[in-house]
């Protein structure tokens, strides 16, 4: 069995060793599905805090040098994010309950903040061990969550910065503003 520390430094190993993000999620996603085996195991209790007014975020681990976070997300059934961005790569895993995600396709092809012509894409229903990724450049724009009559879902998500901050879409103003997002410290 690994180690929490060992994974994450794992981790950061992979991801400084990369220059292109498309190259450094491929070489991370196998180590996420390996730790996701033990992960029940490793992480600890407060990694486990679901909030019942939005969905939790619980950090694991932020590098000093902000460019590489690790959170362990915890979603009460009805819990969504608002549709968003993160301006960096990631590495999600699934560790308890289905998540759902649903995908958007910027059509304007352009990167401002206005005047943003976003189609749905399509659903994605990610089981526990499953292992998702993406890259910035075009964005990755998504909303992720779990449906009032399914189970409690957590995930964990490795981002390549820390995740402090994203950009929420607004799909009747076709605009697109970066908001502080808040998590709980370990
Ligand atoms: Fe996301």
């Given at each position: 069995m690994t180690s929490l520390p060992a994974f994450i430094a794992d981790c950061r190993s992979r991801a400084a060793q990369c220059e292109h993000a498309a190259i450094a999620v491929e070489a991370i996603a196998p180590i996420m599905h390996r730790f996701m085996r033990e992960a029940e195991q490793l992480l600890?209790?407060?990694?486990f805090r679901a909030d019942p007014d939005h969905y939790a975020r619980n950090a694991v681990y932020i590098a000093p040098e902000q460019d590489l976070s690790l959170f362990a997300l915890v979603w009460t059934p009805g819990q969504w994010t608002p549709i968003h961005d993160h301006g960096s790569w990631g590495v999600v895993g699934v560790l308890r309950g289905t998540l759902y995600e649903r995908s958007y396709v910027r059509m304007d092809r352009e990167t401002g903040d206005v005047g943003i012509d976003l189609k749905p894409g399509g659903v994605f229903l990610l089981d526990p061990g499953t292992i998702t990724s993406f890259v910035p450049n075009p964005d990755h724009i998504h909303r992720t969550g779990v449906p009032a009559d399914a189970q409690p879902v957590v995930s964990l998500h490795l981002y390549g910065r820390n995740m402090d901050s994203f950009h929420i879409y607004d799909l009747d103003s076709r605009s697109r503003r970066r908001v502080n997002v808040a998590h709980n410290e370990s």
């Open positions: 600890k209790p407060e990694h």
